[in-house]
């Protein structure tokens, strides 16, 4: 492999300013949004359009250099860590909204597209996109794909996966290949559905065709305050119990609200041992209905105050605290692991106590924040690099949280996705039979390995090698039947 | 040979009944050191979709692979093995007040069958589809290797999602042997608001009317009889008691004074238009294109002199057409062409998923595929040597 031969063949195909190879300028690419990994990538290149993707990445095939896809860069597993020998392909420059077809509720873009730009573009026709991961005023929709993001509001409306109808990629054999469409089912395998989460490792997507959902009609959201988090996660049962499936229930433990306040002061009741933000959106009649069953809920179960948002402004605010809480731990403590793991939303009382004993064990603390409604934590491991040892409890805590979640018939990842950092817990959560199936896919796509290597899994599959199969002559073929 | 069953007129010289994952699996390696062709069998509700197996010497039936594992009904979670027919997955879940959020549009079928062909009715609007629903999937590879993907929690993004690949596949990937579905609250009450429609335009103005309204139906559906006969538009709102009233009562401004209103399912909701042994066609297109697609379906039956009754979703741009069975073969390739023509004008597609042989061997059941030589490679990984249901699937696969 050749970056030197790389960038010289590309130079005939792009612009100066499409190709980056001075060290001082490739170290902004240094890192994604989980900044303690950091990797200069030996070359930048940004493609203006799917044909330049393509011939991008036929260039890298032909110079046997890998290669790294990065939309906005705010992934929070290093799936977008550059390779110091591969090329970094950065989307910023397919920033398009090709169309919004309210008609067809469907809307064409770019993978460089700003996820709330989708948003913002179809509302004047009273429609929205609704995967709305925290990031979504900074992070791509290529990056929402390739990760298959979630959001808050994924409880109803689901995830990136349930939201696109099509795409176009460049395969890792640099050919651009349509995969479904505006119509729903396209025949043959969907491969669509097994590309939405790959993490760039199937391939680039260079166009995106997502579902427009149609804006609500009403949104009403609660703020809950009980005195811990097992009365919270009591009322967030019983909601779910007695047949609501609210928009979002998301829930902070005291120590996150002690940040959140610090950090924006967003006056959530004091003393509050635990916060739960409840919305429901929909028809008015449905609404109206379920709130006063949810307000029901919360204060059979304890909660000491209840606000209900008055007007957006309010909400906002309601959501501002939540939304703010990664960031905002950074306010109580010099240095912070996010964790992002999933459990059997049922298993929550126990898992926290778990954690919790976890963290005093290590004498680390730990602020919990998670979307309750579908049993996504992401407790917020404290430390201080500063004093000797507690960066390693930190990492120790962190990766134990990661086992309770899968001894609860859980997750390691429920929306932040496994990239470099996870790829060594896959073995807990699967068999290597698993996870060599799973590379059966990665094998079909790209055979010589060089679309994000490094990532997802553990240890690399073989293509060449198919381990414990039969090989001898395929009588079907030899009779001339084309055989697939 | 000793022919003791068949699928799809092919005759196979064993049938295996295995009763769990393991049997399952002792059974595929088996075929597989034997070089043995095998073809998955649940109710065998849809062992007449596709294209016939191009060889097969093994049935795998899995009607004993059945019941419920688990349900969790506190995270809205079930687990449930390939072979238990949907519908006592839905009595299983009743008491609980859930469901599987799948409609049953042929009576009897499994879930492993419904996985592997992604049968889908009326509510996929609402609901979505099994690659919607599907969280976790247990597969018997072609080399009786036994691999999981996928969990039991709704959300997860560890790994690739073998789910969404299995789904659809009519078993040429693996045998599915498992499934963990994402639950759905029963509703408190349900409500059918159906109008006639004068012609295609008619009820696409319907159906844009109630896209564009707050109503969010569950289903939105349209049928049209033969011969361009009259049409049905009919939407489901499904929630609690005041809320289904309202919606229904928006519903019956939208659509008209002439709208009936019933607590349960019209005639013919949510079943193909086809009997068996008739020729059934699956149409999709652009939401916006669902009035082309139904006036293009009027005029190809006009045109060709053959009955088409086309009924669907037309709240997704999911239709189904079906014709007699008896219509001459010719004259069947002639309406599938300019079906062709008008799903891709549509951005959509057309699949003849179900006909009688003749008709069969005379016209490209699968049409256009997208992404092909992928899918080939797909197959080649899962199955190099060919064994699960070869020649089933789209370009021979």
New interface residues.
Partial sequence: MSIGALATAMHSRLAEDQIITDRARLRTYECDGLAHYRVVPGIVLLPRTAEECAAVVRACVAHGVPFVARGSGTGLSGGALPHADGALIVTSQLRAIREVAPQDERAVLEPGVINLQVSKAAAPHGYYYAPDPSSQQICSIGGNVAENSGGAHCLKYGFTANHVTGVQIVTPDGELVRLGGRAPDAPGYDLLGAFVGSEGTLGIATEVTVRLVRLPETVRTLLAAFTGTDAAGAATSAIIAAGVVPAAVEMMDALAIEAAEAAVHCGYPAGAGAVLIVELDGPAAEVEAQFAAVEEFCRAHGAFEIRIAADDAERALFWKGRKSAFAAVGRISPDYIVQDGVIPRTALPQVLTRIGELAREHGVRVANVFHAGDGNLHPLVLFDEAVAGQAERAETVSGAILDICVEHGGSITGEHGVGVDKAKHMPRMYTEADLDTMQLLRCAFDPRGLANPGKVFPTPRLCGEVPGRRKGPNPWHDAGVEVF | MTVVDEIAGVPAAAVAEPASTAEVADVVRGA??D?LALVVRGAGTRQDWALPP??LDLIVDLGGVCGLVEH??????AIVRAGTPLREVQEALRPA?QQLALDEPLPGATVGGTVAV?A?GPRRMLY??V??LLIGVT?V?A?G?????G????????????G??V???YGT?GVITECAFRL?????AARYVSAPAAGPDEAGRAV?SV??A???PSALEVDMAAGEGPLTVTALVE??P??V???AADLRKLLGEETEQAESPPPCWGTYPWAPGDVGI?L??????VPYLLTAAGVTARLHDVPVRVRGSAG???LYAGLPGDTDPGVVAGVISDLRAA?RA????C?VLTAPPPVRTRVDV??H??????????????D???TLA?GR?????
Wanted: aromatic share 4%; glycine share 16%; with cysteine.
């Fill in positions: 597989a050191a070089e191009q060889r969790a009904a506190g995270d809205l979670v007040g992604n889908s979505g589809t690659r919607d597969v590879r080399d290797v036994v691999a999981k993907a969990g039991k929690v709704v959300k997860n993004v560890a790994g690739y999602d073998l969404k690949l789904a659809g596949s990937l759905h609250p029963l509703p408190a844009a896209l564009a707050q109503v969010v929630g609690v005041a809320g009233d309202r919606r699956k999709t297109c652009a939401l916006s294109r997704t741009g999911v799903t549509g951005a959509g597609h699949v699968w049409g595929v997208d992404g092909l030589d992928l899918m080939r490679r797909v197959k080649e990984q899962f190099p040597a060919g070869p699937f789209v370009g021979g696969i």
